[in-house]
């Protein structure tokens, strides 16, 4: 029963965004691959979460379920994924790259005697080979790598949030569900949850989706220009960010790196401010709808991948910009 899966994580009784974005490149690899596209849940009574998936484009809800799932556990987790690739056969599975995700998903790749690819950017189907492509920049985003994993299934990888856009839900679509009492898998657990605390986020970590986004790069140059740059930001209600070089010249804080080691981002316009156009920042706003690329250099790559490029000095062209606002 060979078939593209998306483990769909649950977090709170919630499904998390990144199992979402998932089912959006799922959904795309089943129909290159013309294979099933499967959601599969492990959790202790799934109704709700069944009836949240059902109203997306996926062929069959697989949920896995014993009370002894309702925490995560490593054992019991892998022990359930294992029997489920063993009775699906799935082609390849994909995972979001959640914490969670980092403790199960190598011990299930290495169960199942096949590789594992981490903290992708991109997923596709060749269509020569049949194969799962997961690319992922590396070398510290000097490079992008293009990984398949040519002779083992399933094939596996994690994929970062922020990547895809969250799948739309369908109406008049009917999904197949199988519900699988795991009684017969449960083995000694070895790990008891005592007692879980909650994490309070604030406003802006929730409301984590700015429609624009301001991007400086090392082309701002000094902290001297940084208020007209965010009188920039300001001006156009626009969140900002950073390269990871121009964190390096200290113009912002960690916290404001987009790309590989920072956020993944996809706001409806990205104004890349004196940005190169590294891979390892790519990655991370990949989602943008419309890129507007501003710099001095002609032969910098993020006019490749802009839809809009201005070619010029950054601090002659902002103050026009304001002018105009």
């Not at 657990?189 to 429609?211: G, N, Y």
């Not at 080691?261 to 996809?266: S, T």
């Amino acid at each position: 029963m060979s078939n593209i899966s998306v483990f769909m994580e649950v977090h709170n009784g919630q499904l998390r965004n990144v199992s979402l974005e998932l089912l959006t490149a799922g959904h795309q690899l089943a129909a290159d691959a013309h294979e099933e596209l499967v959601a599969v849940i492990v959790g202790n009574q799934n109704d709700a979460i069944i009836e949240q998936l059902i109203q997306y484009p996926v062929d069959r809800v697989v949920s896995l379920e014993h009370f002894s799932y309702e925490n995560y556990a490593t054992d019991s987790y892998t022990d359930a994924l294992h029997a489920y690739v063993c009775q699906y056969q799935p082609q390849c599975v994909l995972f979001g790259t959640t914490f969670l995700a980092k403790d199960l998903v190598p011990r299930l790749a290495a169960r199942c005697k096949t590789g594992l690819t981490a903290e992708c950017t991109s997923v596709s189907y060749h269509q020569d080979t049949g194969k799962i492509m997961w690319s992922r920049t590396g070398f510290g985003g000097k490079m992008m790598a293009d990984i398949v994993c040519p002779d083992r299934l399933p094939q596996m990888g994690t994929i970062r949030e922020g990547v895809y856009k969250k799948t739309k839900k369908v109406t008049g679509h009917l999904a197949k569900i199988d519900r699988w009492d795991m009684g017969e898998q449960i083995k000694l657990e070895r790990v008891r949850i005592l007692q879980k605390t909650a994490k309070i986020l604030s406003k802006q970590q929730i409301d984590d989706e700015p429609e624009i986004v301001v991007g400086l790069g090392r082309g701002v140059r000094t902290l001297d220009r940084i208020d007209m740059m965010m009188d920039f930001a300001d001006a156009l209600d626009a969140e900002l960010g950073a390269s990871r070089g121009a964190c390096e010249l200290r113009l912002l804080p960690e916290k404001f790196v987009i790309g590989q080691n920072g956020r993944n981002l996809h706001p409806k316009i990205y104004i890349a401010c004196g940005i190169s156009g590294a891979a390892q920042h790519m990655a991370g706003i990949s989602g943008a709808d419309c890129i507007i690329a501003i710099n001095s250099d002609p032969n910098a790559p993020i006019f490749k991948v802009a839809d809009y490029g201005i070619c010029g000095d950054l601090h002659s062209i902002i103050p026009e910009f304001l002018k105009l606002i």
